[in-house]
């Protein structure tokens, strides 16, 4: 069987996208470990496929390299919303997609008639543990301390239609994240495992960030990651809440806001190539 693919990337964050407007993909969850392999497939942090939806433009639905399917995608969805755009699937400002988090509405900037950049409403963040979800007691989870192998990190739980634990340091870019990063991920605390973003403050208006994404390892970007982060750094104090943040990545920079009422996204979207593969 021949699949048609587009290559694309928010932040360095690239996943393997499939038009399933006209066709449907049988066992996504093997395609995606097969396809994601740097080495033996095409590469990338996973795959996403473009659906039909009966409520909005499109569906997405996100699989990663482990082949488990993430419900909320931040770098993905505004790669969608490129995508549908600039192949007239839907050539209109805002777009809206559907999600297994809910629906997202994405406010599209252009240049030269493609999509350049995207702002979304990623919704409202969720701080009550249960719906993290995170097994521990209290109304929020903020500067948590956790012990991972004998060594105390004080964690700040948020969820962004997925779960995230956020921890601020002074260096980020020292850190073994592949040493750590699994540790948080399968913690006895976290029933459907965690991301975990390692931040650094660097003003209140700016945070530098990795990530080590469930199901993928180290990426260089999460866009639902940044979100947290955020909405972490204005709990602890950090930041403000209402004003634009920068969250530099491995990757690239993304900038967020966090209302009382929502999470705003906004980053670049970049088209890297088409292709066809054969399985």
Same mark, same amino acid.
């Given at each position: 069987m021949k699949i048609e693919f587009t290559k694309m990337h928010g932040c360095g964050n690239d996943y393997i996208y499939i038009n399933c407007f006209d066709k449907e993909i049988e066992y996504p969850e093997r395609l995606s470990v097969t396809l994601s392999d740097r080495h033996f497939g095409i590469g990338g942090d996973g795959i996403v496929l473009i659906c039909k939806s009966d409520v909005t433009d499109a569906k997405m639905r996100m699989f990663n390299i482990d082949g488990s399917e993430g419900k909320m995608c931040g770098n993905a969805i505004r790669c969608v919303g490129k995508y549908i755009y600039d192949n007239g699937i839907a050539k209109?400002?805002?777009?809206?997609i559907e999600t297994l988090s809910g629906i997202k509405t994405l406010g599209i900037n252009t240049e030269n008639g493609l999509v350049s950049t995207v702002r979304v409403d990623m919704g409202k963040a969720e701080l009550e543990p249960s719906r993290i979800p995170v097994n521990l007691p209290g109304e929020q989870i903020v500067n948590y301390p956790l012990n991972i192998k004998d060594n105390i990190y004080h964690v700040t739980c948020v969820s962004m239609g997925n779960p995230h634990a956020v921890v601020f340091c002074d260096d980020v870019a020292g850190l073994n994240?592949? !040493?750590i990063g699994p540790l948080f991920e399968n913690?006895? $605390?976290f029933p459907e495992r965690v991301n975990t973003e390692f931040v650094k403050i660097i003003d209140k208006n700016t945070i530098e960030m990795r990530v080590w &994404?469930? !199901?993928s390892g180290e990426t260089l970007a999460c866009g639902t990651g940044a979100c947290a982060a955020t909405v972490a750094a204005v709990l602890n104090g950090y930041c403000t809440k !209402?004003?634009?943040i920068h969250v530099l990545l491995s990757g690239g920079e993304l900038i967020i806001n966090y209302t009382d009422e929502t999470v705003y996204m906004t980053g670049g979207c970049v088209k890297v190539f088409e292709g066809v593969? &054969? $399985?």
């Open positions: 209109k400002n805002p777009l809206t994240l592949a !040493g913690h006895e $605390i &994404e469930r !199901g !209402g004003e634009d593969v &054969e $399985i």
